[in-house]
């Protein structure tokens, strides 16, 4: 697998929940959680309804890498 950059959608939910909420609480020690942020569990309809796009890098033995993004073009 090449390192890429692809558009990604509810398929790696979990993942993208776990990623996130990772970063936010261990990394930068903010109490956020997933009942704050529920967009995370529905990002099919909330970041591609109106034209946006939610993107993740993927890169060989790593987890993948997610960004958030309102446009997909």
């Not at 609480?25 to 997933?34: H, K």
């Not at 309804?49 to 890098?57: E, I, L, P, Q, T």
Request: charged share 20%.
């Amino acid at each position: 697998m090449k390192n890429s950059i692809t558009p990604v959608q509810n398929e790696y939910g979990e993942k993208i929940v776990d990623l996130i909420l990772n970063i936010q609480q261990n990394e930068f020690n903010i109490d956020l959680t997933i009942a704050d942020q529920p967009d995370l569990l529905d990002i099919g309809n909330i970041y591609y309804r109106n034209g946006g796009c939610f993107w993740g890098a993927f890169i060989p033995i790593a987890r993948p890498i997610i960004s958030r993004s309102h446009f997909c073009n």
